[in-house]
């Protein structure tokens, strides 16, 4: 009986976590530079040469801009889940 018991309360215990943790998917709502829409995409996007853009973030993950075109070095902006601003850059990292 004690057995059976903690074998239910393991799985109950497991199926529980299971449910609450988050799953990571494509990025959710749609992401404006300039009025043009990368909602659908993640990661290092290449936005062109270095020019102050508009951003409206209206999705569930932060944007980073770069002046860099590989998404690396200093940051010249961070955007967090549905906020906006305009920024100089030439790549941005949606994460």
């Not at 009986?1 to 497991?14: E, F, P, Q």
């Not at 998404?71 to 990292?93: D, F, H, N, Q």
């Amino acid at each position: 009986m004690k057995h059976s018991v903690r074998t239910t309360l393991t799985v109950l215990l497991l199926v529980a976590m299971f449910a609450a943790a988050p799953i990571a998917g494509a990025a959710e709502g749609e992401l404006l530079v300039d009025g043009t829409d990368y909602g659908g995409q993640s990661g290092c996007i290449d936005l062109g040469p270095n020019a102050p853009r508009k951003f409206k973030n209206n999705s569930d993950r932060t944007v980073t801009i770069y002046m860099n075109v590989h998404c690396v070095g200093a940051a010249s902006g961070i955007i967090t889940a549905r906020g906006s601003g305009t920024y100089t850059g030439s790549s941005m990292l949606r994460s």
